[in-house]
Nanobody, 124 residues
Framework: QLVESGGGLVQPGGSLRLSCVVS????????IGWFRQAPGKEREGVSC????????NYADSVKGRFTISRDNAKNMVYLQMNSLKPEDTAIYYC???????????????????WGQGTQVTVSS
């Protein structure tokens, strides 16, 4: 099971930190990805982190602004989002990849378990 939290309403240029708590599996055996879906758009990969935490990947649209991290001891994965823009508005999901590797921007088809999502709205 994966459960996201930390979403909300923030002004452009602001920051949020999303959290994903996982249960029911050994976290360090799997890569975890963050995805987002805006109204009327397909779900897109934002970032992923490998099982051991040593490798990360980001979509070009968030590079330099978002940072993914994990604490396997606490069964937590985080997404720190800075310099938020209105186009970042979406429902954000965390998901478990079918394996520990994070080799590229995450793709929906490679992930098997998903959280319920948390809404992020960037607006003045």
């Amino acid at each position: 099971q994966l459960v996201e939290s930390g979403g909300g309403l923030v002004q452009p240029g602001g920051s949020l930190r999303l959290s994903c708590v996982v249960s029911g599996f050994t976290l360090d055996a799997y890569a975890i990805g963050w995805f987002r879906q805006a109204p009327g758009k397909e779900r897109e990969g934002v970032s992923c982190i490998s099982g051991g935490g040593g490798r990360t990947n980001y979509a070009d649209s968030v590079k330099g602004r978002f940072t993914i991290s994990r604490d396997n001891a606490k069964n937590m994965v985080y997404l720190q989002m800075n310099s938020l823009k209105p186009e970042d508005t979406a429902i954000y999901y965390c998901a478990r990849r079918r394996g520990p590797a994070c080799l590229m921007t995450p793709r929906v088809s490679e992930y098997d378990y998903w959280g319920q999502g948390t809404q992020v709205t960037v607006s003045s």
